[in-house]
């Protein structure tokens, strides 16, 4: 896959959009960003010393129905990148990468459909690697830390991409989920409910039971504390 790296930009997501016209599969990075975007409306802080990448995918004919492939998909890179370096990754679903009890890493997708197929997506990367998240008050991890040791962002950034052009499978993304199983904390539009958490359907939903009934949440629709 063709790769970019800029010293600084607003968004890698917003950058690799410039490639559209050309319908070719390209991955744009940035040593920093000064807009990084998150989920929710949210901003992504984006300082020297993480890795921050946009994927930018065309496919043939991936059904719109199948749209969480992708997202599993850009999770289990990213912990297969943490694995490769020895730390210890948990996935936070539906997407969000967690080591040592903290996020190491968030994930923003943008899909593009047509008609009942995704025509592309925009799959931005952000991995805290030597950047200092004490800022951010102890809900952050970075890699260096998870590892034991000070990592590059060059090679971080180098296996990320080639793990994200490898195939991964729905039962790999699984293995990276480690609450299922045990109690969880479901709010759901104005109300909070205990759920014991049963398994993800390949569709992305959480199948919890609660009160001896079983239920298929969105992740869209709902928040959870473990
Ligand atoms: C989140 O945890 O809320 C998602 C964060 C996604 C951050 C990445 S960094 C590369 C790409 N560019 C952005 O502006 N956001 C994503």
Redesign the pocket.
């Known amino acids: 896959m063709k790769t970019i790296l800029l010293d600084s930009c607003i ?3 917003d950058e690799v959009k410039k490639f559209l016209p050309m319908r070719e599969d390209v991955v744009v990075c940035a040593k920093r ?1 000064t807009g ?4 929710k409306g ?1 901003s ?1 802080l ?1 300082e020297e010393g993480g890795v ?3 994927f930018l995918k065309f496919y043939r004919s991936l059904p719109a129905a199948e749209a969480f492939r992708i997202m599993a998909h850009a999770a289990t890179a990213v912990c297969k990148t943490v694995k490769f370096f020895g730390a210890d990754p948990e996935i936070k679903w539906p997407n ?1 990468v967690y080591a040592l009890g903290r996020k190491l890493s ?3 997708i943008e899909n593009a459909f047509s008609g009942e197929t995704i025509d592309h997506s925009i799959v ?3 991995i805290n690697v030597c950047n200092d998240v004490s800022a951010l008050g102890g809900i952050a991890v970075s890699l260096s830390e998870a590892a034991g040791r000070l990592l590059s962002t060059e090679e971080v950034r180098g296996i990320l991409v080639q793990n994200f052009e490898k195939e991964s499978t729905f039962e790999e993304y699984l293995s990276f989920v480690h609450f299922l199983g045990r109690t969880v904390r479901v709010t759901e539009g104005g109300s909070t409910y205990e759920a014991l958490a049963l398994h993800i359907l390949e569709d992305g939903r959480l199948e919890v039971a609660v009160e001896g009934r079983t239920r298929a949440l969105s992740a869209a629709e709902i928040s959870l504390r473990l």
């Not at 990084?36 to 989920?39: E, I, M, P, S, V």
Request: proline share 0%; glycine share 24%.
């Open positions: 968004s890698t997501s960003q990084g975007r998150g989920t949210r992504f984006s921050y990448c946009s969000d968030g994930i923003l931005g990367i952000g």
